[in-house]
């Protein structure tokens, strides 16, 4: 290896308990390596990523993901104390290997002493990854006889209980169970019920927090007779608790569904907080914004209904939002300002040539107006929930199973109570690729299901805020020419987004008629209306 190199020091940690692989340890064996002598090198990162499972993708990772698909250029190696703190599966191994050669990065695991950089060192290192991926699913396996039988029984096993559940003695106090805390359950069917309806989880927060309900850490202080410490509801709160597997009461180990011997997920409580169908759908609603202009500031954004959705119908680019001062009269009285959108193009000097340029409540009404009059009336659809793409998963579900049944008919199962390990193994494999198999198959053709009411009864309800995450959540876009037909106002073009595309699916006959039109319009000429209308339909 080189001197003088860029490393980037991968540290992980299931749970920072163990002295034997702490985060500190790591720090002190990679830092003590690369400082050697012959090597000279720096450490110009950490990539550390407590509690995640080694059977967790490198890329997946919430730190290390980030530096191998956006800072890649920043660093020459990866490297980590031991090869398990990289990953402990030989597929996503070879998947890491494979991007080091392509982008010219090399690959250290200072105890295994590897020296990726020869193709002997390669060979070792993917025999090691698939030896210590074997011994995992084997410490798996017999972790998981080990509870079998409480999990059958839905016996809760240890530690405090999840957010919605409180513990229950049963059998005279020989087990306990999960069942729904029904203190706190209402905040739960309100969180649920609130999503559903279009609300964005930093409403939902500001809205607990200002009416005083404990968080759910605060809510079992409560219970023990603890002083609460205060701590207030954030956006971030409510979508980690959404997106956890308890909430459809999904046991898992080291982050991975337990499934049974028919290979469907173990749900622990009897009565779960939601169904999985029910969960899948409040995780897609939570989904960040789909719109790439999103990130508008929230100063702007907070006073701004098409923040993210209105456009400049000369070059395309996203409208930004402001205040201007009013102006003085001849006779010295104060007329008060308006907030309007521009071409966030031609206001960075960019090459859009007029630059559109509106006041914000004449464009906010015209759009309201539309909604109400239009899609208002139209009976409202939804995509079923599918969730996010499995097949990555599948893939190296796929490739453990076939390693499995390989190193079955190798021999490697022989010994005395292996071969049971190995029918228990095959069996969770072979239901979470079924499983797995499943799921992506339903994502790739999601239905659509009526909500049972119709889009102007869900636009009513709602506040600004939440009218902007609605129709940036169905990808509606409206754009605005400074001068229209008539050249003393502007026109407008509102797309519809998915709710134009599911109106298409679920009525093809009626598409162009007056119940489903591919475009709104005011006050352009039908080439404008064209431009927006090509545009849907090739998307």
């Given amino acids: ?59 997946k990772r919430p730190k290390l993901g980030k530096w191998l698909t956006s800072k890649a250029d920043e660093f020459d190696v990866i490297i980590a104390a031991k090869m398990d703190r990289l990953t402990r599966r030989s597929t996503h191994f070879n998947e890491l290997l494979e991007w080091a050669q392509q982008n010219g990065k090399f690959i250290v695991c200072v105890e295994e002493g590897f020296d990726l950089s020869t193709p002997q060192g390669k060979m070792m290192a993917r025999m090691t990854a698939v030896f210590a991926e074997a011994e995992w699913d084997t410490i798996q396996a017999r972790i998981l006889n ?21 513990i229950k003695a049963v059998e005279g106090g020989k087990r306990k169970i999960l069942e729904i805390d029904q203190d ?55 979508n980690k608790f959404i997106r956890s597997s308890w909430v459809p009461g999904l046991y898992t180990y080291k982050g991975e569904a337990v499934l049974d011997d028919q290979g469907d997920p173990v749900i622990l409580p009897k009565t779960p907080l939601a169904t999985m169908d029910e969960w899948t759908d409040l995780v897609d609603r939570i989904k960040p914004s789909r719109s790439p202009t999103a990130t508008v500031s929230s ?16 070059c395309g680019a996203p409208f930004t939002s402001l ?40 464009l906010d009404v015209w759009v309201d107006q539309e909604i109400r009059g239009s899609v208002g009336q139209w009976d409202m659809y939804e995509r079923a929930g599918v969730g996010p793409s499995q097949a990555r998963e599948l893939q190296s579900a796929k490739a453990r199973l076939e390693q499995l ?7 490697e199962y022989d010994g005395e109570g292996q071969e049971e390990s190995y029918k228990r193994m095959h069996k969770s494999l072979s239901g979470k690729v079924a499983l797995l198999a499943k799921q992506e ?8 299901k009526p909500a049972g009411k119709k889009y102007g009864e869900v636009w009513e309800a709602k506040d600004q805020e939440d009218r902007r995450e609605f129709l940036r959540e169905y990808q509606v876009k409206v754009y605005v020419w400074g001068k229209g037909m008539n050249e003393k106002e502007a026109g407008f073009v509102m797309d519809l987004g998915d709710i134009q595309a599911m109106a298409e699916e679920l009525f093809p006959d009626r598409v162009g008629r007056t119940r489903v039109k591919r475009v709104f319009s005011h006050n352009v000429p039908e080439e404008y209306r064209r431009k927006v209308a090509e545009a849907v339909l090739s998307r």
Avoid at 299 to 314: D, M, P, T, Y
Avoid at 326 to 338: A, E, F, I, S
Wanted: proline share 4%; net charge positive.
């Fill in 184 to 238: 706190f359950y209402p905040y739960v069917e309100e969180i649920f019920r609130r999503i559903r309806e279009g609300q964005s989880t930093h409403r939902i927060a500001r809205d607990f927090n200002g009416r005083g309900i404990l968080t759910w850490g605060d809510h079992l202080r409560k219970l023990k007779g603890e002083e609460t410490r205060g701590t207030q509801w954030q956006a971030t709160i409510l």
């Fill in 299 to 314: 100063r702007n954004s907070a006073k701004s209904l098409l923040s993210g959705v209105a456009h400049c119908g000369e």
């Fill in 1 to 59: 290896m080189a001197p003088g190199l860029r490393y980037l020091a991968c540290l992980r940690l299931s749970a920072d308990s163990d002295g034997s692989t702490s985060i500190e340890w790591q720090r002190g064996v990679i830092r003590h390596h690369v400082s050697s002598p012959h090597l000279s090198g720096i450490v110009v990162g950490e990539a550390e990523d407590t509690d995640v499972s080694g059977s967790l993708s490198p890329f």
């Fill in 441 to 448: 198959e339903e994502r790739a053709r999601p239905s659509l």
């Fill in 323 to 362: 205040m201007d001062s009013g102006y003085k009269r001849k006779d010295g009285t104060k007329v008060p300002g308006h907030r309007r959108y521009r071409c966030s193009n031609k206001f960075k000097g960019g090459n859009c040539k007029s630059g559109s340029y509106i006041r914000a409540d004449i």
């Fill in 405 to 411: 049944e390989t190193d079955f008919l190798a021999g």
């Fill in 146 to 166: 080990g509870v079998q039988t409480r999990l059958e029984n839905r016996s809760w096993l240890v530690g405090a209980p999840p957010t919605g559940y409180r």
